[in-house]
């Protein structure tokens, strides 16, 4: 089988060598592996995932160089974090997700495409009156996040959740619930509506629009800003959030602290281009999936038909500090990458795709989750690959 043809513009990254060990000489480092996974881990009609994930085990196993690379960086330890001690902080727009199936003329008569994510305007206000709601549930991206990692952590000590929510009913219900989740303490009522999201279902795909609400009105106060700054934490943002408050998440970027930094949405990256380029440059984890990574890198002039050379090129770019950055791809497999490194894992097929919004915030949650508990990268993205699962199986953000 010919191997894949890469573009000459990009170059994927190169194998690293650690101290002594070479791909000649670390088991590990198998060069005939290596061969596979460089020609045909970016076809994914072709390649067997379970055959890399099964392959990269068996080179681990074989190495006896405990500090070889490509034994560490995905399958031991990289965060520093004492669980018990770090707190962890997430900055969002508390939600109402309006969800309701329709068809193919409700989004051609809103100008939407499917599978893609909006801010309400004047071109789509009027669907919220138009369509019929199955379902309305608690929900926000990063609200979705939160709740994730206070679900599996078992308790939400050490977690904040900062936003703001109206005087109405969608108020009282996100204060209702989150208030039973220990999540409520970080939330701030004003007068005026609550943000509410229509979750727009045709089959297996689904489109958002989004009314911030009240949600624009949050300001980071200095006790909290005291609290981020006092001790080892991490802090969650949203690409989102920088239409809500830019001068929260200008001073968030630059903290000390563990920033983790999820894309949101690909129109993002072309709305708002410097912003989204601060965030990446100082955030530590990059979640995003396959769309939202080729907007940020064509802002920045990076162009492949491959997500790998990509991302690749894209970390090359912003090489000022060491990074995971994180690639979701739907059904697909999971492409990690740790600075130069990256991995592919795969992940298993679900039957029955029920509501896929929400999917990727569960998968951020989870892999956060066990992150702060000082788990490998590879535990990381298994657990986020499982708690998604689970929830688009069900209608709307669920975690029951």
Known sequence: MAGRHFSDSIQLPPVRVHGHVTRDTCPGRNPAFIRILFYYSFDYSI?????????NSERVMNCNHRNCVCCSDFHSKVSSFVPDDVRMFFFGSPLMDVTANVGDDVL????????????VDETNRGLFDEVRATSVQVGGSVTNTARTVCRLRGSPRNVTYLGTVGDDEYGEMIKKQLGKEGLSG????????????????MGKARTLVTDLGVSRSFSLDEETWRRISDGPSLVYLSGFFISVSLDTIT???????TVAFNLGAPFLSKK???????LYENASIVFGNEAEHRAFAQIHNITSNHVVEVVAATNRRFDNKSRVVVVTRGGGAVVVFHDSDWQVF????????????????AFAGGFLARYVEGDS????????????????????????
């Open 47 to 55: 390649i067997n995932f379970t055959f890399i994930e099964r392959s």
């Open 108 to 119: 051609g008569k809103y100008r939407l495409d499917r599978d893609n994510a909006y801010v």
């Open 186 to 201: 970080g939330l701030r009522q004003v007068g005026g509506n609550t943000g509410k999201v229509a979750v727009l279902l």
């Open 251 to 257: 001073k968030l970027a630059t903290t000390s602290q």
């Open 272 to 278: 708002f281009p410097q912003e989204m380029t601060h």
């Open 346 to 361: 795969e992940v298993k097929k679900v039957v029955e795709v029920v509501d896929s919004n929400g999917a990727g915030d």
């Open 377 to 400: 990268i590879a535990n990381c993205v298994r657990s986020g690959v499982e708690v998604a699962g689970r929830v688009i199986q069900r209608v709307g953000f669920n975690l029951d």
